[in-house]
């Protein structure tokens, strides 16, 4: 069961969105911070953190403001709808949208199989192994999204992909032995599908061209080369063509260092008759 903590957590980039409604529904009024907050006998620097989005603006407020600002419940609607955590960070919207619209996809990773090749599963065993941990009900969410994410490469016309993983990756047992070989056959299987190219970069190379982490790759229907980067606490979707060429020559170099496609499926296959 999710712990009253966990509950009560607002959505970020919710709480910006209604700080920002009041800051304009302020203005538009003709009050400043300090002559709204001597309204309510609270201090400016509470309206200044509700405006801001780091201080949620609690229904009993939210319905007086409504009333001193004529905005017809506007204020009260927001706080009543507002969703109790980010499902998706705010940072990693924009790349979700360009990944649903791509017609090429290619992705490096060395931590772990790709989100777009994760058994239901293995995604849990993801999520669960965060540090600070989640609650059972985000996980299940967050599997959710995962999984229906992976919708695109089931499609009548699949976007061509691209996949190098990183074999340590492979040898790690999240979730335990039942979840690792469930995912080792799905990766097998996925290693089949038409327009989509899977390649393992092998342990024991003298070389390696993603040592700097994982990343992806994007091609829009526009034919604009986008890039997506992550960090331990954050993300960034990379649209400047220097920028984007250097990770392209990148990704070329792992998929000549990388085990090609038939060599891969053998090395999933020995790595199956193993378990």
């Known amino acids: 069961m999710s712990s009253p903590k966990r509950r009560s957590r607002r959505n970020a980039s919710a709480m910006r969105m209604v700080g920002a409604l009041l800051a304009v529904h302020r203005e538009a009024a003709g009050y400043t911070q300090r002559s709204l907050a001597e309204r309510f006998v609270i201090s400016e620097e509470a309206i200044a ?3 801001q989005g780091r201080r949620p603006l609690k229904m009993d407020l939210a319905v007086q403001l409504d009333e001193l600002l004529g905005t017809n419940r506007t204020l009260e609607t927001a706080v009543d709808n507002m969703p ?15 990944e649903r619209e791509a017609i090429a996809i290619s992705v490096y990773d060395s931590l772990a199989v ?21 609650d059972e009900d985000e996980i299940e969410q967050f599997v959710a999204t995962r999984i229906e994410r992976q919708e695109i490469l089931h499609r009548k016309i699949p976007p061509t992909t691209s996949f190098v993983i ?17 995912q ?7 290693a089949e599908l038409p ?11 003298t070389t390696h061209a993603g040592l700097d982490g994982p990343f992806v790759l994007l091609e829009t229907s526009e034919h604009q080369r986008l890039a997506y980067t992550e960090t331990q606490r954050g993300s960034q979707l990379i649209a400047d063509p220097d920028e984007v060429a250097i990770l392209t020559q990148k990704y070329a170099m792992l998929r000549t260092q990388a085990l090609n496609s038939e060599d891969t499926r053998d090395l999933l296959d020995r790595l199956l008759g193993e378990q």
């Open 84 to 98: 109790e955590v980010d499902l998706v960070p705010r940072w990693a919207e924009e790349y979700l949208d360009c």
């Open 49 to 51: 953190s509700i405006e």
């Open 195 to 205: 327009g989509l190219a899977l390649q393992i970069l092998p342990l024991g190379r």
């Open 184 to 190: 080792l056959h799905r990766l097998r299987e996925h």
């Open 114 to 134: 790709p989100g777009q090749l994760q058994s239901e599963a293995y995604a849990r065993a993801v999520f669960r192994s965060r540090v600070p941990v989640f």
């Open 166 to 182: 990183w074999e340590a990756a492979l040898h790690d047992r999240l979730g335990g032995r039942e979840v690792y070989v469930e």
